[in-house]
């Protein structure tokens, strides 16, 4: 038996083929199940990461201390899909590494993405509902509230190109995150893996469609409540224009564009290392 501590990069892709065979032929509804944790995982950890970090977001003075508490909670949300289980779009893509390899074809791969995704928007939803339902938008006065909101409002405004651009940083950081984890053996080395790129793509400040769906819907909930709108400075008019439909052009279509670039980006890469015939 191998007492190696870690997978080497190439013992890692043919482990992230194999993982992405069984994840494209996986049964609907278990895609789905699967995908429903991920996303609730994910929101939690999102919206957790706002409640360790809300009153130094809601200070220009302390907004980057703020991303940097943001980013150290942040990571929870995949570490738990990690260690737990769960099907996350974002590191799905790395199943493009074996559509490349004809192990899966592009329709499977692209039926999973797409049954992993609707699932990730379930189980985020259904995060976002039972927080804002807890009552603790209501701290500092509805300031942690504020703060949702006014994330999500700025989230929905990005210029298109601009979050395909977004998406394409975010994704190449959390594959390659993913990828990493891939070669841990042991859980603290998963865990260490898990964080360290998730906490990059926090401080930077791109976007992870998943995480956005946590984010966003969250601030749909809330968005009529005066406390909350009165703590981010913003009144009706300011979000007469955030609605579900707004959110899904301006931001979850664009980042989904380019969470897909990203994530294609790195599975490709180590294909072309690690998979491909070409000796030149």
């Known amino acids: 038996m191998s007492d190696k501590k870690m997978l080497t990069p190439a013992e890692v892709a043919e482990y992230t083929l194999h993982a992405g065979i069984k994840k494209?032929?996986?049964?609907?509804?278990?895609?789905?199940?699967?995908?429903?944790?991920?996303?609730?995982?994910?929101?939690?950890?999102?919206?957790?990461?706002?409640?360790?970090?809300?009153?130094?977001?809601?200070?220009?003075?302390?907004?980057?201390?703020?991303?940097?508490?943001?980013?150290?909670?942040?990571?929870?949300?995949?570490?738990?899909?990690l260690i737990a289980g769960g099907d996350l779009f974002t590191s799905n893509i790395l199943i493009t590494l074996a559509a490349l390899k004809k192990k899966v074809t592009w329709g499977q791969t692209i039926k999973n993405w797409s049954l992993v995704w609707i699932g990730n928007l379930i189980g985020a939803a259904f995060a976002a509902a039972l927080v804002a339902k807890s009552g603790v938008f209501d701290w500092s006065n509805g300031l942690y509230g504020g703060v949702v909101i006014k994330t999500a409002v700025g989230k929905s405004n990005i210029e298109f190109f601009a979050a395909i651009a977004s998406g394409v940083v975010c994704n190449l950081l959390v594959c390659a995150t993913v990828w990493a984890s891939y070669a841990a053996k042991s859980v603290s080395g998963k865990v260490m893996m898990g964080w360290l790129g998730i906490f990059v793509f926090v401080c930077i400040g791109?976007?992870?469609?998943?995480?956005?769906?946590?984010?966003?819907?969250?601030?749909?909930?809330?968005?009529?409540?005066?406390?909350?709108?009165?703590?981010?400075?913003?009144?009706?008019?300011?979000?007469?224009?955030?609605?579900f439909g707004n959110v899904l052009l301006h931001n979850f279509l664009p980042v989904t564009i380019g969470n897909i670039i990203g994530g294609m980006v790195i599975a490709g890469s180590y294909y072309f290392l690690f998979m491909s015939k070409s000796e030149n």
Not at 38 to 63: F, K, R
Not at 213 to 233: C, D, Q, R, S, W
């Open 24 to 81: 494209a032929t996986t049964p609907t509804k278990k895609v789905l199940v699967s995908a429903f944790l991920a996303g609730m995982y994910i929101a939690l950890g999102a919206l957790g990461s706002i409640a360790a970090s809300y009153n130094l977001l809601a200070n220009p003075a302390t907004y980057g201390l703020g991303k940097m508490v943001a980013g150290l909670m942040f990571p929870a949300g995949l570490v738990l899909i």
């Open 206 to 243: 791109v976007e992870h469609v998943v995480a956005n769906m946590g984010y966003l819907l969250a601030g749909l909930i809330v968005k009529l409540n005066p406390t909350y709108l009165e703590a981010a400075h913003k009144t009706l008019a300011d979000v007469a224009n955030f609605n």
